[in-house]
């Protein structure tokens, strides 16, 4: 069973940034996978708009998602991923469906059920975290929640997750100060991981520089 790594906090961040730092340092040691609780949404959403694979990656995935399309018919990419969760998916099925979704994906598939570690950037509800848990221990998952300048979570959805009904093995916020690039945030990151057991070797065994 994998480890998983939550990351919460508003759009633009870093959580993305973080992970994606993480996984350059600990891919020669670990097998890491990269995961989010919107790949549910995306995918239904893509073939409704029919969009290509590069249209994918660009309006999901770049600043694009925050700018009005004309292939959205004038609406942001964000804001039709919202509607599709909040007004649709959500009502229909609950509002843990997209956490159920995701732990069937990591107890299913197997890349992800052979990774070391899974990283998942885009927590933002406790009710998707709990339907999560039902399929992935809870004690084998850790939250960081991103803190960074102005950020904020206005024209989202999504919140700080501050308390869980189920425990996990930490929760902790996590300052990502743009003056130094990530640095400090991907090495408290690390340090918690090796503290927590998430990881055998230390930022320094991994000989860590930064990024």
Known sequence: MPKVVLFNGPPRSGKDTIARALTDR?????????VKFADAIKGPVAQMFNLTDEEYDFYFETDAKDKPQDRFFGFTPRAVLISFSEEWAKKL?????????????????????????????????????????E???????????????????????????????????????????????????????????????FIKHSPTELDWVPF
């Open 26 to 34: 600990l891919e020669n040691n670990y097998k890491v996978c990269t």
């Open 135 to 197: 399929y992935h221990g809870s004690m084998n998952t850790g939250l960081f929640r991103v803190v960074r300048g102005k950020c904020s979570f206005k024209g989202d959805s999504r919140r700080y997750v501050d308390t869980l009904k189920s425990p996990v093995s930490f929760n902790q916020l996590l300052s990502n100060d743009a003056e130094d690039c990530g640095y400090g945030a991907v090495a408290s990151v690390l340090e918690e991981l090796y503290e927590r057991g």
């Open 93 to 133: 099925f609950g509002e843990k469906i997209f956490g159920q979704i995701l732990g069937r994906r990591v107890s299913l598939e197997r890349n992800l059920v052979e990774a070391d570690l899974v990283f998942v950037t885009d927590c933002g509800f406790a009710p998707e975290i709990e339907g999560f848990f």
